[in-house]
């Protein structure tokens, strides 16, 4: 070959690659004509920055939803999402079939009850005297106030429901269910998990005011010389990994970061338990949680990768936006859109901690 | 008065005080019916955390474009947003009278240039092989490509233009005038501000591929002995000065954060010099930076008013979103709910670094 | 008065409040003679940003640990510090006596377990191939890589010695503190722990390689129809909130965030329980947790009174600076002054969950 | 070839790749002994997360010192880096050679003058009443105060400056070297500057206080009808890019980021005027600004070499750590093992705006 030849090739080698990196042009964001959010929303998909990537956290979205194999779809749910205003979001996300088991902290539950009982989070500022809020008996969430008083009356309530349950080791799946059944609120995530039969985990439920009330009862259980209700970590692990056993694919939807997402990630891993070797086969994160830190709230979806806790084939996006304002975007994609209609809803049957079985309900349609 | 009252009256002032605390509460995002951008930015006010200060920024908007003392706008352009797929936005918001001065990055007017010249922002990854990319001639921004074969021809364009304008100092407001006029794209930001008579500044232009151009043309007349065309930089703080100090009001939005956002305020500060003590109205901010730096982009709105740059009885909301999901929330807001419709566009007569005039222009109303 | 005096007065009061604000002046860090940890972060008092926030923390370390009242010091872990390079320097501040409960996620004292075991933590890149990595079974903790098969080995490990254990409740206490007697590492945080009598508690063990190792028991234990150890969560909180109500008084140390940092916040608002009403008398936090989102791994320790759990006139200091930077920091200053040499160790008695006695031990000082 | 022999080789190969990415285990940092900051800085390149980080950049700079080559090292300086407490450690890096170039934002060199003029920034706090700052004339900079009486006076003085120079085009660098001969601080980083002939460029010298004095003396030109003096941005552009195409190589040390980053990078894209195509050999960076936003000041150096701003084939490092924490970390690691006490001292021999010489001057050491 000569030489001349040689150079053309590289040349037109050269010229192919980059045609293959210049294959799709950035489309400007275009607000002709007050689109809807679900119009944004795609429109961000050919943007670039925290933009596209919750476009494209939108489009995985979609693709999961439409998958024929039916991923068992697992919400992870972190940070002061009630005090947020995103109560109605998730519980339209759960009412509307797009989620099928919730794992949260037992933080946002916590004040999921607290609103079903009829108490409000008040719009407040950052700026706040906190010792004068402090002498009013004010909390504060950032930059919202709740009641300390209707709190304190809800911590109890919650000890005082296990007071009436059988004691001895229950998974927070147990104890959450019934707690879901006590409550009247068409609005509340707890209620309609318990109504549709939504699995709700918190693993580390003794770290929230339910915690709080749980330990009260433990208290008075010790001081009567009875047994407590007792709150089984690992019941927690071994519901959630059977779960994922059952499932013939999973997805993971992680709003910010904590120990939900790390727990639903180890309870993929843990599927080896079961004989499974699963891993996400789709995964989008929403978070401000930096990746510098090495932490797990901010660590890539990418990194789970080499911990085979999402699949190297794994269709999966991440963006770095405040959950207050991400979610409200991809749930308005999601429910503007209704891509979820078509989904069938699984019912879990449950004999104690065990899943006896995990079926697909076509009946059983997303209602309301 | 007895202690029983003393008591009352104590256990009154309590309740007042925890009844205003409590008076606003959080009102739960809803996305029924496939809302507006619009609408949802408008349910963010009532919502918490950074959706919202997104909601109250749209709200600050909102007043300052309703104020009938008029205050003169100014935008201030920082980041990526060329990349970022905002052209049209930014485009838009001038063109529909939003705002009457903008201060910008060099590169965010050169990106426009090289737009409006035929050439495009790709989409690309983060996770690119950037050494793969520098022997193609590709250049990223984060997760965007651009051409640098055009970038080059681009900047050489930009230096040419010099060499036919008149030697001496310039205002970068004056040479991106000029600029703007040789360009024929209705998309372009340069050349709806030239169309439209609004002024656009890049306080620091040497700091671009355009000052790369004007750096050649610098060489190229050093070279043959002749003057040079100059950006003399405090030209810049002389001409925007005036324009502050010849409004009633003054009002800043800035996008991201950089010298746009330091600048505009000092020239707040520097109205003084034509006797005038201003001090921004009505200010917004969305931004990434982090305020525990320090540093000016990231710096508060409340911070400013201790430089006077914001007066202290101002209107102001500051959001920490990704301008590249924060910026269509709040255009999309005031284009869908055309806030700006009813205002007159300003009318700025220079001569040289002169403003003789700065009038409002009623029958002149935002078009196309 | 006179008018006059009325102005002097003014004056007069304006200057005084100007010189209260300008009371200390910003002194410059001076590196001049090699100066040692210590002395920087001395230094880093006087100078401003996160260099004085990190002077602070200082400061009320040494405030805390020479406090006569002798307040139980809580140290919260969360992040990847085993793999940040931090093992040593935790280890130390508990031989040194400088903290008397330890609260940490899973995942540090699993990846303690895994090195006392003689595996090693390597370091990598972040922008490893994570699709390579996972087919060589290597994870990836950020800029760190882990052996997965020695971790798998590690899990089983744990989950066998829960064979050899006492069926039923165990609070994660009382596990781990079974599991740091089986390791003989003199450098191991759990093996200390366990030899000098510090409580170390992870709220959420489930939610680790350890609770793999725990599910892997559990489905052991039920598939032979016998009873599994179980975590009953709500005892750690049992555990922890009895010491909080035995101690004078508290005080917290919050490396980066997460569960810990609540749940220790949380206990202290538990010690109502047992009658107390307590709230830490210091505080200090170091992390890269942004506040604006709401989350509690960054709100503020200002917020935390708010809800009573840090005292409104408590002495506290937060830093928004990445642990593996911040930590050697603040220990080579309490260890470089040897802060807590003259600091008798506590001595806890425990019958089963319950706290028979918490005694200050002067003749046990610190030792290696 | 056997099939076994295949599994064989396959096998080998995987454990051959293992032993690569575990060539190196994360070291501890161990604090015996109080270990002096540079010793703990070199503790640091053997752990991980931005402690490793802030190793390896010591690592680059102890290279680029070294280097036979001698590169010409361009400090780039953004953030309130006075405020901080870093003027003395800046003031060292020049006076102990370790830089040859410094590029700030008019911010820092204004505030070095205020502080040559006898004036002080205070330690205040974040949490201040802006608004009665405001009334008492001191200005907030995050957790300092300054003078807003003294900042006004040192502004006027700036422009006072200008009226005795030489009307017409200066570059900043030109500027700034007369005001460095005006100051008699020892402590000053502009005086050392002037004394020792390192130059420095303000390359947005209007946005600063010095630009609001300058704006005074242009406002006073014209008023009486004289020439002002005129920075000429480009001129700047013009003078770096001569220092960068007269030398070998070149190194970036990069605090923060903003504009002094972005244009000593451009000013290497440069270099192709003067017929050289230069590329960084050696960067650092310590900064606080995200990457996700895709602006320049967190964009990766990795990125920077897609654009030829770093070479290929760079060394280099970035740490995410507060600049006032990073700084006299690196900072005590250069001097305390006085990795510059060898290198010669740049002679910049000047003619107007050309650079007519740049030698090594090998009898010119650092000196105090």
Chains 1, 2, 3, 4 share one sequence.
């Not at 979609?62 to 002061?80: E, H, N, S």
């Not at 699995?199 to 010790?222: C, K, M, Q, Y």
Request: net charge neutral.
């Amino acid at each position: 070959m000569s030489k001349h030849n040689g150079s053309a090739t590289l040349h037109d080698r050269r010229r192919k690659m980059k045609a293959a990196l210049f294959a799709r042009p950035v489309r400007p964001a275009n607000l002709d004509g007050d689109p809807s959010v679900a119009d944004l929303v795609e429109q961000m998909a050919g943007m670039s920055l925290q933009a596209r990537n919750i476009g494209l956290c939108a489009e995985v979205l979609g693709r999961m939803l439409k998958d024929p194999d039916r991923p068992t779809i697992i919400l992870g749910l972190a940070g002061p999402l009630i005090a947020a205003g995103l109560r109605r979001v998730i519980r339209d996300l759960i009412v509307h079939n797009v989620v099928d088991v919730v794992v949260s902290t037992g933080g946002i539950l916590y004040q999921d009850t607290y609103q079903a009982r009829g108490y409000r989070h008040y719009q407040g500022t950052p700026e706040a005297d906190d010792i004068a809020l402090r002498e009013l008996r004010v909390n504060r969430i950032y930059d919202t106030y709740v009641d300390e008083d209707k709190f304190w009356e809800t911590d109890l309530w919650c000890g005082k429901l296990a007071d009436r349950l059988k004691p001895g080791p229950h998974s927070s799946r147990d104890y959450l269910d019934t707690l879901g059944g006590e409550l009247e609120d068409e609005d509340s995530i707890l209620y309609q998990c318990h109504r549709l039969g939504v699995p709700v985990f918190a693993p580390a439920i003794n770290d929230s005011s339910i915690g709080i009330g749980l330990t009260e009862h433990h208290h008075r259980a010790v001081k009567r010389g009875r047994a407590p209700l007792m709150i089984d970590s690992i019941r927690d692990n071994y519901e959630l990994t059977q779960i994922v056993a059952k499932s013939k694919k999973t997805a993971g939807i992680y709003i910010a970061g904590g120990v939900p997402k790390n727990w639903i990630n180890d309870s993929i891993v843990m599927s080896y338990i079961f004989g499974r070797e699963m891993g996400h086969s789709y995964a989008i994160q929403v978070t401000t949680a930096v990746t510098q830190d090495g932490g797990l709230s901010g660590s890539t979806l990418s990194e789970a990768r080499s911990w085979g806790k999402v699949k190297s084939d794994a269709d999966f996006a991440m963006a770095w936006v405040e959950p207050s304002v991400s979610l409200p975007l991809l749930a308005g994609y999601v429910l503007g859109r209704k891509l979820a209609e078509e989904r069938s809803r699984l019912r879990f049957s449950w004999k104690g901690e065990r899943l006896v079985s995990l079926e697909d309900a076509p009946e059983v349609r997303s209602a309301r």
